[in-house]
């Protein structure tokens, strides 16, 4: 059997259904190719017990403003049960620190660590907010970009810059973990640039506001694959991509594992740029260079989803935040080191939340789910009881008792979601953060792009900007 569109999507995430519904409303025929069974990618919510559900990602920071209102995401459903979380640094004293929105309000939280870090504080977000809204140009939308003040950050470590502004191990190791996105060390050159990239970002209206959605990630990919639909863009799913077909040097189309071929003159790919490359094209129009310099990732993230019989309890904690557990910067050296070697470390820093303080669909009355996202983790799979153990020792020291509570638990480690979504997931580049956005969504086939952001982060914003210029191409 055969078929033929204009532009042929593989995957349905949030940046396959973004560039479709684009290319539908550009009057286009688009046609998405999803493997799995329902759209929506790592847009998801884990069942851990009966009553009990997880949503993984916990919190997103990074959804493109701009798609949000022009694809009327708002008037399909779309709205947030939190929408800006402050930043909790828990401390096994006790001593915990509350990073907000409000200046005053953090520098005396921090004060109680140092006061030399307090008065540095309104300085420090003042300069960090400042140049991530001067690199909102290169990151936020395609054109070519070039500012002097980019030049040192291609060399310096969030670890480096943190040090230079700040002396208290709880402030710098709360605020490393941000730099952590895409498999990064906060020790690697090139780190402060992922701090200056979540500051770039903007959630609610507000600029590097963390937030939560009401009904879970799944939301998301709900009111995308309905704006799709709304434009006339065609979801298969269940229909899985074996190759990409090349004619002369350009994107054909593709076949499904089915044998069924979609002919169109333009690809664009929501699987990560290796994998594309590799596991779709032949050698022969990848191209060998370009494959071999994809370096496969050493370190993985994993996600821990707990369920209690009880509201964990961190004292002067507010509850609706997220929280990070680390004690110092070198605690993510050792973790990466650990991670890398397929050890987990003895102390993994991680990110963790309470979804369910704020939309009580996620479990019983009185009863709750702990969310955590552990980064960096090895990628072997086989070490899910340790970690979770590690986890809910680190969460007991700073809550004394929560381990009592703990009724259920659900892991996944990277390689258990790259198995279950059929993806492989790539490393952050520095590189790749400094390239236009032509740069990144380009392949050495012509008419294939690859859809990813500078960050692996959920964001849709290059199913966005890759939408015209796909248009474009097909037009030519």
Same mark, same amino acid.
């Given at each position: ?20 519904? @684009? ?21 998801? $919510?884990?069942? #851990? ?21 022009? #694809? ?29 929105? =409000? ?15 307090? *008065? ?6 003042? /300069? ?13 939308? =395609? ?8 030049? +040192?950050?291609?060399? &310096?470590?969030? %670890? ?11 402030? *710098?190791?709360? &605020? ?30 507000? $600029? ?25 863009? /065609? ?50 129009a990848a191209g060998f260079a370009t494959i071999a310099m994809l370096a496969e990732p ?7 989803? #707990? ?19 680390? /004690?110092?910067?070198?605690? @993510? ?21 309470? +979804? ?20 960096? !983790? ?10 979770? %153990?590690?986890?809910?020792? %680190? ?6 008792? &929560? ?22 997931? =790539? ?38 900007? !890759? ?10």
């Amino acid at each position: 059997m055969s078929s033929s569109c204009d532009v042929v999507v593989i995957g349905a995430g949030v940046n396959g259904l973004a560039a479709a519904a @684009y290319l539908a409303r550009a009057g286009k025929r688009v046609v998405v190719a999803e493997a799995l069974n329902k759209p929506g990618g790592l847009c998801e $919510q884990v069942k #851990l017990a009966e009553g009990f559900s997880a949503p993984i990602p916990h919190a997103f920071h990074a959804l493109d403003p701009r798609l949000v209102k022009e #694809l009327k995401l708002a008037n399909r459903g779309l709205k947030f049960a939190v929408r800006d979380m402050p930043l909790v640094g828990l401390r096994a004293d006790g001593k915990h620190l509350v990073i907000s929105r =409000d200046i005053r309000a953090t520098a005396r939280s921090i004060a109680a660590h140092s006061q030399t870090d307090a *008065k540095a504080w309104r300085p420090f977000r003042r /300069e960090l907010l400042a140049l991530a809204r001067a690199m909102r140009a290169l990151w936020w939308e =395609d054109g070519a970009f070039a500012d002097a003040r980019l030049e +040192p950050f291609r060399r &310096l470590s969030a %670890a480096a810059w943190l040090d230079g502004w700040f002396e208290s191990d709880a402030l *710098k190791a709360a &605020l490393a973990f941000d730099a952590t996105e895409g498999g990064l060390s906060p020790f690697e050159p090139g780190s402060a640039l992922v701090l200056l990239w979540r500051a770039s970002q903007e959630m609610c209206g507000l $600029q590097g506001a963390v937030a939560a959605l009401a009904r879970g990630p799944q939301i998301l990919a709900e009111t995308l694959a309905e704006a799709a639909r709304a434009a006339g863009a /065609e979801s298969r799913t269940g229909a899985r991509v074996a190759r990409i077909l090349v004619a002369d040097g350009a994107a054909a189309g593709v076949e499904l594992t089915t044998g069924e071929t979609i002919a169109a003159g333009a690809v664009l790919s929501s699987l990560p740029r290796r994998q594309t490359l590799t596991a779709l094209l032949p050698d022969a129009a990848a191209g060998f260079a370009t494959i071999a310099m994809l370096a496969e990732p050493r370190t993985g993230h994993a996600n821990v989803s #707990l369920a209690l019989n009880n509201l964990p309890d961190f004292a002067n904690a507010p509850r609706n935040a997220r929280f990070i557990i680390a /004690e110092k910067l070198e605690s @993510y050296a050792a973790a990466h080191s650990a991670a890398a070697a397929g050890c987990l470390p003895d102390d993994p820093p991680f990110e963790m939340t309470i +979804p369910s303080a704020s939309d009580s669909t996620l479990a019983p009355l009185g009863q709750h789910v702990v969310s955590a996202l552990v980064r960096p !983790a090895p990628l072997a799979p086989d070490l899910k009881p340790q970690l979770a %153990a590690k986890v809910v020792a %680190a969460l007991n020291r700073c809550a004394p008792g &929560l381990s009592t509570h703990v009724t259920a638990a659900e892991i996944e480690t990277q390689a258990d979601i790259e198995a279950r979504f059929a993806i492989e997931a =790539d490393n952050t580049d520095i590189a790749r953060m400094l390239a236009s956005w032509n740069e990144r969504l380009a392949t050495p086939v012509r008419g294939l792009m690859v859809l990813e952001d500078p960050i692996a982060a959920i964001s849709a914003r290059a199913g966005r900007i !890759a939408a015209p210029l796909a248009a474009k191409d097909h037009a030519k």
